[in-house]
């Protein structure tokens, strides 16, 4: 089956750094989603990507589609302490039932 | 506008026992996805459905596990026989209509069963 390859699994950072993650794929994907989740918590959206090459920011989040339609990537600029969690990223298929694929996530921990 | 909404929160059941899992989607979504999370990994697909349909079951085990989205109510994730292996969080998520060009779904709070 599909599979997304997320990276970094997990990385511990400075508050105030700026953080980047990927999410990658042998397939090519209709739309990708990004989710942070907290602990004991369901996922909350972050944003969604509905064209490759398209660019989304929200507040210090920006994701961008891949023009390949195979990755996405997720950054978060001037880190905070509630930026902690796990970061997933989601793609759509692009044929049968256009159902979503989950990243592994990654864990991101914030260093006062 | 109230979001995903699932119970119980927790779920405490004895191996050999039935879990039952409720979700109600958002208001105006039409379609309900189940998925199942183990402590430190990602979110794992089991089944999509609609208004008495299931759309795609492919992440379903063959066995113990059913779901249900009735004309009217929840969907339910019914695990018969449970065993310790089933211990994880369960996550409902709901959409509108898939569509090729994509599509927005938001998750519930989730349901973490616990079998002893």
């Known amino acids: 089956g599909q599979q997304l390859n997320q990276s970094p699994q997990s990385m511990f950072i400075q508050e105030g750094e700026d953080v980047s993650m990927n999410c990658t794929s042998s397939s090519i994907f209709n739309t990708w989603l990004w989710y942070k989740q907290d602990p004991g918590e369901g996922p909350v959206l972050l944003i969604a990507l509905y064209k490759a090459g398209e660019l989304t920011s929200n507040g210090r989040l920006t994701a961008q589609f891949g023009i390949t339609r195979k990755d996405s990537f997720l950054n978060i600029s001037a880190s905070i302490p509630s930026d902690v969690g796990i970061y997933f990223c989601a793609g759509q298929t692009t044929s049968g039932t256009y159902k979503y694929i989950f990243g592994t996530g990654t864990r991101l921990k914030v260093l006062a | 506008n109230a979001g995903v909404m699932q119970n119980p929160r927790h779920l405490v059941r004895r191996r050999g026992q039935e879990a039952r899992l409720r979700c109600s989607p958002m208001k105006g979504h039409s379609h309900v996805y189940w998925y199942r999370q183990l402590p430190e990994e990602g979110l794992k697909f089991m089944v999509y459905?609609?208004?008495?349909?299931?759309?795609?079951e492919s992440g379903m085990p063959k066995e113990r596990f059913s779901a249900e989205f009735p004309k009217e109510g929840p969907s339910i994730l019914r695990i018969q026989q449970v065993v310790r292996g089933d211990s994880a969080a369960y996550f409902c998520?709901?959409?509108?209509?898939?569509?090729?060009?994509?599509?927005?779904?938001?998750f519930g709070p989730g349901t973490r069963l616990t079998v002893l």
């Open positions: 998520a709901s959409s509108p209509p898939l569509r090729p060009d994509g599509n927005e779904q938001f």
């Open positions: 459905l609609q208004k008495e349909n299931i759309i795609d």
